[in-house]
């Protein structure tokens, strides 16, 4: 068992969960306008939907590494050409961060869980996403695949899951500094791009 590879796999995961994205910026604005309780139930909803699309991943990649080196090859290439691009996109994408709780809904915690899962089982993008992210990050020779998919997207919703739970605990004093720092969206878009191009090379090496 490999685990620098599985280090590196929270490391990644880890400072793509702190990256603004519509997830994490969403769970802010549920926080900033209705409370921690909120947020956190948001939170709870987008991490449960993750298991559906581990699941997908896992049983609908197995067979094909296990009997096809070059067509895995070929997934691991797709993988990290997305996230090239991925990383061009937020090169190109405005620094500035938009943060505004005055329009978000309404919603009982037990409403916000529901729409937090199906925001993330009905997005492509996640499972584009986690097609291109988890196949780099295999760590066991003896386990099967099926498992370490598993494993992956278990580490995957635990380190999210705490990260964004902090973003809800901590709204009000994330939103004044990221609002108050004329160089935290700066830095934090620099941090995306750094780490779509730094796994997109990990994915690739032999």
């Known amino acids: 068992m490999d685990y620098q590879t599985l280090f590196l796999f929270v490391t990644a995961t880890a400072a ?5 994205g519509p ?6 604005v549920q926080s900033l306008t209705n409370g921690v309780k909120y947020g956190i139930a948001t939170v709870a909803g987008l991490i ?21 080196d070059t067509v895995f090859f070929i997934i691991k290439l797709f993988g990290a050409l997305y996230l090239l691009f991925l990383a061009y996109k ?13 329009g978000a809904p309404k919603k009982s915690p037990k409403q916000l869980f529901v729409q937090g899962f ?5 997005n492509p ?23 370490q998919f598993y494993i992956l997207g278990g580490i995957f919703m635990l380190v999210s899951f705490f990260i964004f739970s902090l973003i809800a605990l901590l709204a009000g004093s994330i939103k004044d500094k990221l609002l108050g720092s004329n160089n935290a969206a700066l830095i934090l ?5 750094v780490v779509f191009i730094g796994i997109a090379v990990f ?3 032999p």
């Open 90 to 102: 937020v090169f190109r994408s405005d620094a500035r961060l938009n943060i505004d709780a005055s």
């Open 48 to 68: 449960t939907g993750c298991i559906i699309h581990t699941s997908l991943l896992a049983f609908g990649l197995s067979t094909i590494i296990a009997e096809n």
């Open 16 to 20: 793509l969960a702190i990256s603004p």
């Open 118 to 122: 199906f925001m993330n089982v009905l």
């Open 23 to 28: 997830d994490n910026i969403y769970v802010l």
């Open 125 to 147: 993008k996640v499972t584009i996403f986690f097609l291109a992210f988890f196949p780099g990050f295999l760590f066991s020779e003896t386990l099967s695949t099926v498992w």
């Open 189 to 193: 878009k620099w941090l995306q791009i």
């Open 203 to 205: 994915i690739l090496l």
